[in-house]
T-cell receptor
Framework: NAGVMQNPRHLVRRRGQEARLRCSPM?????VYWYRQLPEEGLKFMVYLQKENIIDESGMPKERFSAEFPKEGPSILRIQQVVRGDSAAYFC?????????????FGPGTRLTVL | TQLLEQSPQFLSIQEGENLTVYCNSS?????LQWYRQEPGEGPVLLVTVVTGGEVKKLKRLTFQFGDARKDSSLHITAAQPGDTGLYLC?????????????FGQGTILTVHP
């Protein structure tokens, strides 16, 4: 499967725990994006990363949320001390960025439920 | 904040009918993508339009980018039950805003056999 991979597909956490969401981009893609889809809302941009660099984190909440894309391995979205309002579907997308249009390809998402 | 307004929010039609979904903004976008999302899955890219006035066809789907690159439409001819799903438009920008797609709220299409 050459598509964007995300795991886990479903994650249940209790309030106060940490959630780690992983994303492996498509082969040949070096740009990764994270979006959040809340119930009854559209997809909202969170962060844009390249290998070892955060390019744009203007959509990330200021506290408890962090993201990384290390030189080796998947991109990680980390949510510390989760609260019920963090329950949502989190999608990762990747692109090649050749200077052309911003075509992003999405993974299947991680559904986070905070009890 | 650059907003993309999609309409209608819900669309329920019979098999064989035609339909159009609209995506409007007061902002200019350098590109406009249309995605389709099934329940429990991620959005799947259908098409990208980049030039004002551009028209692209994908079988029974026709996509158009407005001349001013502020709006777009998706027209489906002779809809089939397999077309049922959530349709999303997303605007892309260039320069320092590259990578930050702005999504519309989506149109939930239901095609009844």
């Amino acid at each position: 499967n050459a598509g964007v991979m995300q795991n886990p597909r479903h994650l249940v956490r209790r309030r106060g725990q940490e959630a780690r969401l992983r994303c492996s981009p498509m082969k040949g893609h070096s740009h990764v994006y994270w979006y959040r889809q809340l119930p009854e809302e559209g997809l909202k941009f969170m962060v844009y990363l390249q290998k070892e660099n955060i390019i744009d984190e203007s959509g990330m909440p200021k506290e408890r949320f962090s993201a990384e894309f290390p030189k080796e391995g998947p991109s990680i979205l980390r949510i510390q001390q989760v609260v019920r309002g963090d329950s949502a579907a989190y999608f990762c997308a990747s692109s090649r960025r050749t200077g052309g249009p911003d075509e992003q390809f999405f993974g299947p998402g991680t559904r986070l439920t905070v009890l | 904040t650059q907003l993309l307004e999609q309409s209608p929010q819900f669309l329920s039609i019979q098999e064989g009918e035609n339909l159009t979904v609209y995506c409007n903004s007061s902002s200019v976008f350098s590109s406009l993508q249309w995605y389709r999302q099934e329940p429990g899955e991620g959005p799947v890219l259908l098409v990208t339009v980049v030039t004002g006035g551009e028209v692209k066809k994908l079988k029974r789907l026709t996509f158009q980018f407005g001349d001013a690159r502020k709006d777009s439409s998706l027209h489906i001819t002779a809809a089939q039950p397999g077309d049922t799903g959530l349709y999303l438009c997303a605007g892309g920008r260039s320069g320092t805003s590259y990578g930050k797609l702005t999504f519309g709220q989506g149109t939930i299409l239901t095609v009844h056999p």
